[in-house]
């Protein structure tokens, strides 16, 4: 059975920070890029970021780049996803996600992804 268990989402002031984490299961995680994707009622699906199990390529979304880190520790078959300088529009559901490539829409085209996590930020 596939998994993809996210946790470490919560209430954080603006400016603050937080770490998702992400713990795959059910597939052959070294073939895949493993990333985070968030969603907020009206709005689009915006893919956050990705990091590739294979050769360890990273994709930010515009954003998110310079305030977020994802990394992988593929021994524990987990991403994590570091949140620094933590802004209001940022609230939204996480959803951990995996696909076969990482880059730009790759959140578009998703084989498998897990329960999301809230991460919201008060002002």
């Known amino acids: 059975e596939v998994q993809l268990q996210a946790s470490g989402g919560g209430l954080v002031q603006a400016g603050g920070s937080l770490r998702l984490s992400c713990a795959a299961s059910?597939?052959?995680?070294?073939?895949?890029?493993i990333g985070w994707f968030r969603q907020t009622p009206g709005k689009e699906r915006e893919g956050v970021s990705c990091?590739?199990?294979?050769?360890?390529?990273?994709y930010y979304g515009d954003s998110v780049n310079g305030r977020f880190t994802i990394s992988s520790d593929n021994a524990k078959n987990t991403v994590y996803l570091q949140m620094n300088s933590l802004k209001p529009e940022d609230t939204a559901v996480y959803y951990c996600?995996?696909?076969?490539?990482?880059?730009?829409?790759?959140?578009?085209?998703?084989?498998?992804w897990g329960q999301g996590t809230q991460v919201t930020v008060s002002s």
């Open positions: 996600a995996a696909a076969w490539v990482c880059g730009s829409g790759w959140h578009l085209i998703p084989d498998y």
């Open positions: 059910g597939f052959t995680f070294d073939d895949y890029a």
């Open positions: 990091i590739s199990s294979s050769d360890g390529t990273t």
